[in-house]
RNA sequence: UGCCUGAUAGUAUAAUGGUAGUACGACUGUUUUUGGUGCAGUUUGUCUUGGUUCGAAUCCAGGUCGGGCAACCA
């Protein structure tokens, strides 16, 4: 009663239409053309069609709007499939455009009937020039004023193949005048003679986007065709069509599509990423598909939140993707099992540590009392990380330093005692001095130092290959920016680790589930990943406020 | 030149004629064996000009700015 219910304005219509008996209950439909891979954008529109039927006690189909055959292939029906799923949507009818090609024809055979289509002759050049433009009627061809007897027999001929592709169309008779282009006669079939990977060879003429989407609404009795703003000119005719052929009145509905900063947002150009090899494929951790998102870790709760998050309008929008990174920690900080992995190791010898090495434990998840702990080998000798040391502290600055003591996590309190140089001034080696009564979880040394690390024993590290992502654009708005949009490509999206030093934990870790790299972020093993070579993705990093620190100083 | 759309903190999104709120970001402080997490707090907004009204982000009129519309693509 009191929580406050921010509706978005197309579930204010839906609860409208149903408050007033208008449907029993809904049906909505997303609706992808298979020619590529699904991106975080389709995942909005996803959660939006899913998450209307969830929440109102009505289904969702999904449906393959398959019919241009050039563009689309069986490989994208199964990735969709595919991600659909994975993002956590059951559809109720997995079904096709291309299902329904009899009755469409129909519905164009219906129209000529009733002298509302026509099959015109002139080429594709020809009929632009005829429309007009925005500001200038369009005219009408002889072909215009053809008989339903003509009009009928041609079209037939066309279905039966005596044409070839371009040769001739069918178009709807409607207002040549009109404010809105599409309304000026629009295509409806046009031939091409390619095989459909569904129909096969049965047809040589499909219908168009206008001519199919429309009828295939009314088909599965979808009441609320949600899609996005650019088909805003396209509504009127949807209703032409359904009001003309007396079928169920879908009613089409407009939301603002997705942009988010740093990446693109459109099949033409994740496709051109992908043959041009600026990626390594749909998949790639970089690019914004859910196929990629995946494959970096993104957990699939976490896109749902986004898409929950950055609501439903009709203004355009262009999101800050560090909203989605929030939503990915958020989710990951929750059910993430820590570890500890070190990048780039620097030697420290505890030179006071005469044992032969101990069995330490800790915990899998702070954040998770249930989630236990893990054993963690600790020796005399140890990688810490190079930048975890500084000659020269700064002020601010809590790790190694020469006399500076630190607590190895879930380990002992040490301190630096000195360093080794080499030839060249790099530091090569640390010595260490170990407080004995300050180990995790019987600490008596009261002392209390500032700085914990991570660490890896050395005798037992294990290699590994660790693969971090930076943005792969490096403008906020690469749709927007002038040019060509590959020449904002970041050349440095990716930066291998070709020798990390895990703990020995990790390998016998499962594949799938989420880590966090203490200090260094959240990861998760890539496909690439095998029992002999690690390798792990860096999904998102940790938010860090000491490097702002030391950016602030810079 | 036409038509269709839209405009609320930096970014998104609510308020549906009656207190401009929420989230992310930024900034403080605090807690912490992750410079993570958590907690507390601060910060910034109704495109503009008129009108209607006791009262306007909301209704009306004009303007400004943004997006879209003339594929045998979807």
Redesign the pocket.
Known sequence: MSE?Q????IE?IVEGDLAAGKYGSIVTRF???P?GYLHIGHAKSICLNFGLAQKYGGKTNLRF????P??EETEYVESIKNDVQWLGFNWAEELY?SNYFDQIHGFAVRLIEMDLAYV?????????TQ?????QPGTPNVYRSRTVTENLQLFEDMRLGKYA?????LRAKIDLAS????M?D??IY???HAHHHRTGNKWCI?????F??GQSDAIENITHSVCT???????ELYNWFIEKLSIFPSKQY?F?RL?M?YTVMSK?KLLQLVQENHVTGWDDPRMSTISGMRRRGYPAAAIREFCD????????????I??LE?CV??DL??TAV?RMVVFDPLKVIITNYTGEGEILH?EN???DQNGGTREVPFSKEIFVERDDFMEEPSK????LAPGQMV??????IIKCDDFVKDANGNVTELHCSYIPE??????TSGI???????WVSTAHAIPAEVRLYDRLFNVEDVA?AEGDFKDYINTDSLTVVPHAYAEPALLHDSIGVGF?????GYFCADKDSTPTKLVFNRTVG????????VK?GA
Request: hydrophobic share 25%; charged share 35%; no cysteine.
């Open positions: 406050e921010h509706l978005n304005f204010e609706p992808p053309e020619n709007d398959d019919t241009n050039v563009t455009a015109d002759d002139s080429s594709s050049e020809e009929i632009a429309k007009g433009t925005p500001t592709d371009g040769e001739k169309v404010n809105n282009m599409h000026r629009p295509i046009r031939i091409k499909y219908p168009m986007y206008d199919a989407h703003l650019e088909f805003i000119p396209h509504r407009e603002a942009n900063t033409r998050r950055i609501g439903i309008a009709k203004r355009d929008n262009l999101i800050d560090s909203l929030f920690r958020e900080n929750k820590r800790s998840n702070p954040e601010k600055y809590f790790r607590r190895l996590k879930s380990a002992y300050s180990k995790s979880g019987s600490d209390h130092v500032k700085g914990t690390l991570h927007g966090q790299f203490l200090r260094k940790l938010k860090d406020t000491w490097a702002k620190e602030k």
